[in-house]
């Protein structure tokens, strides 16, 4: 038996507005997040994307009396964005969770780099998350997925000894070697935990060459992609199809025809008895670790490197990292939940994604959802911010600096 074991990533973040500029530092009147910008474009994924995948997904689920399963990994932030700006969208995710054929992943609830910063963030997002999938779905994750999956053998032995059974990362040939990506893996540290790896060839022939005309293989089939499902019998136990679902129908519009590709793709696997769909929690279940994998330094599903450059690769997302972990200590010592909440969403990796300066055969990538005309831009506009938050901060501790104060001169 070979189990297609799809995996699909949902995230949108809070966006900056472009025009927070250097006068817009330290006053109470500024708001810096773009919220009319955020609701079109939540709605507009909503609408191409989300809500018409998620009705294909559910005809599926019933169309095969549950033998089509897939999983999905939601961050904090785009659950929070749902319930505020599309609660339709969040219903249609309650629907296909409830079947019982959809897995939801654990993540980091700000979609951050934090476990590069900060082990106590790292620890309090994923807390924190657990609990909002919990509240929203009824479910408890057995599965975790770190952002962009990003992946090192300490964080494969961290995730292990917090409890999970499966962690997912990025086959990437500087992982794998001359290995497979189509078996399931236990990390070298780990005793308990099976680790799968995306097979990025088929996933990314969905994801970014399905509308490539000057691709050898355009047009790409449901019947011509099983076909090469299908070519792995042999020489693999599980196929990890892991993805943004965004692909269906925003990054790959509706026209070029995703949305049938995606409902047409389950009857043609399924027409080989020895092949099924199973939740990456399932599969760990159902095969053993072939091997253990060695990984010692961090690799992503980003880009072409698929390491951290997409977001570490200058000094502009260094600089700008460093500076907002920087300000965690005193944040939390603040004891103010907004201003907790806002510098927790400054660390969503997007921020500084959109910092990147590649270009070529990624810089198209790095265009998608991103508000700003260049990498600079994003850079000055959230060094805008931060320097605001530190302002507001200070601010903060100032009022409640004089407040004791007064406390200790009249014993009140």
Not at 177 to 198: A, D, E, H, I, S
Not at 226 to 234: F, K, L, R, V
Request: aromatic fraction near 16%.
């Amino acid at each position: 038996m070979v189990s297609v074991c799809m995996y699909f990533q949902v995230h949108q973040p809070f966006r900056l507005r472009q025009d927070f500029d250097f006068f817009s530092i330290g006053s109470s009147s500024a708001f810096y997040e773009a919220d009319e910008a955020e609701a079109t474009i939540i709605k507009k994924v909503a609408s191409n994307c989300y809500l018409p995948a998620n009705e294909i997904l559910l005809r599926l689920i019933n169309k095969y009396s549950g033998r089509f399963r897939v999983a999905f990994s939601f961050s904090g932030v785009v659950l929070d964005l749902f319930e505020r700006f599309a609660p339709e969208v969040l219903d249609s995710f309650k629907k296909l969770v409830a079947t019982g054929c959809v897995e939801v992943l654990s993540e980091t609830y700000y979609h951050s780099l934090s476990y590069l910063y900060s082990k106590s963030e790292f620890l309090e997002e994923v807390e924190e998350h657990k609990e909002k999938i919990y509240k929203l779905f009824g479910v408890k994750p057995t599965c975790f997925r770190n952002t962009e999956l990003i992946y090192h053998d300490h964080l494969a032995k961290d995730i292990e000894q917090m409890g999970y059974k499966v962690i997912l990362a990025e086959g990437a040939t500087q992982l794998l070697g001359w290995r497979t990506p189509n078996f399931v893996y236990q990390p070298k540290p780990c005793y308990k935990l099976g680790l799968l790896l995306k097979n990025y060839k088929l996933s990314d022939d969905i994801a970014f060459r399905f509308s490539n005309k000057s691709w050898n293989d355009y047009p790409l089939t449901a019947e011509k992609y099983a076909s090469w499902i299908h070519g792995i019998a042999g020489n693999g136990e599980v196929i990890n199809l892991f993805m943004d679902y965004e692909t269906f129908g925003e990054h790959q519009k509706a026209d070029t025809g995703i949305l049938d590709f995606l409902e047409s793709l389950p009857t043609y696997i399924l027409k080989r008895r020895d092949f099924d769909f199973a939740t990456p929690s399932e599969v760990v279940d159902k095969y053993q670790p072939v091997s253990k994998i060695k990984c010692d330094k961090f690799v992503s599903w980003a880009d072409s490197e698929r390491d951290l450059s997409a977001w570490l690769g200058n000094s502009m997302q260094s600089s700008a990292s460093e500076y907002v972990y920087s300000l965690e200590a005193e944040v939390k010592a603040s004891g103010n939940k907004n201003l907790i909440y806002a510098w927790k969403k400054l660390l969503c990796s997007d921020h500084f994604y959109y910092m990147c300066t590649k270009w070529f055969n990624d810089g198209d990538v790095h265009k998608y959802f991103n508000p700003f005309t260049s990498p600079y831009d994003a850079y000055i506009c959230y060094s805008n911010v931060v320097n605001h938050l530190r302002e507001t901060l200070n601010k903060s501790i100032s009022v409640n600096t004089r407040n004791l104060d007064k406390v200790s001169e009249t014993g009140v």
